[in-house]
Each structure stands twice: as structure tokens, then as C-alpha cells.
């Protein structure tokens, strides 16, 4: 169809892309995380290239990546402490004053809705109401 040689020589590709407004950029990435509801996929060593188009920036990632679950994410503060005030930490104050006036319960019942609810506002007041 394009005629033989096996494709576009590189250099005309790019001189094209630039043509039509199209500048691809590769990027150092170390690290790339993709978090869905139920896993994190995590590229290690994988390449990435930024297009930009018409305004619009698209990204591509070439590699394999590994699968975790969302339960194996790192905890913010407490950091895996075994003690009952740990998780505690990672919930803020105005928070718990949100959930407490919400609700008209006490700022300890309101953090351990908090807690319970891992930091949704809405769940805690639902569940204090």
C-alpha cells in the first residue's frame, strides 16, 4: 500500500509528526502506578513517551507490570504500629469536627467513625446517624 521498504524511515516519520503539530517526548520514569479499586499495577522498569497533539497530552507505557492488591498500599503515618492509636494519626481533626457537628456526637465518637470508615466523611455520618 505505502510502497516497499517496510515502512517510514524514522527521521520522515518525525519530520511529519512535527508537521502536524506532534511532539512526542520521552520521559525518565522510575515508577509508574496505575491504582485501580482492587489492585495497583506498578511498572518498574518501563519506558514512557509523552504525546502532545492538537493540545491534548497522551501518555504511553511500554513494559510488564507487577500486580499488587489494594491492601498491600503503605500505611500514611502509623506505619504498621501494632498500638490502638496508630490509624488515628492519619485522620484530621477538622474531620472529626465535621463528623461531630454533622452528627452531634462527641469528637472521640466521631473519630472512631472516621476510623471505622477509613476517613470517609459521608460513611462516618451514616454510620453515626
Do not use: C, H, W
Not at 517510514?8 to 520521552?26: C, F, V, Y
Amino acid at each position: 500500500m505505502f510502497g516497499g521498504g517496510g515502512g517510514l524511515n524514522p527521521r520522515k516519520m518525525q519530520q511529519m509528526m512535527k508537521q502536524m503539530g506532534i511532539d512526542i517526548e520521552e520521559i525518565d520514569a522510575e515508577e509508574i502506578v496505575i491504582r485501580t479499586g482492587d489492585e495497583e499495577l506498578v511498572f518498574d522498569d518501563a519506558e514512557v513517551q509523552r504525546m502532545d497533539a492538537q493540545g491534548q497530552a497522551t501518555y504511553t507505557i511500554t513494559g510488564e507490570p507487577e500486580t499488587r492488591s489494594a491492601d498491600d498500599e503503605a500505611i500514611p503515618l502509623g506505619e504498621g504500629d501494632d498500638d490502638a492509636e496508630s490509624g488515628t494519626d492519619r485522620i484530621p481533626d477538622s474531620d472529626v469536627d465535621i463528623v461531630a457537628q454533622r452528627t452531634d456526637a462527641s469528637p472521640e465518637e466521631a473519630r472512631e467513625a472516621l476510623d471505622a470508615e477509613d476517613g470517609d466523611l459521608a460513611a462516618a455520618v451514616s454510620r453515626l446517624e
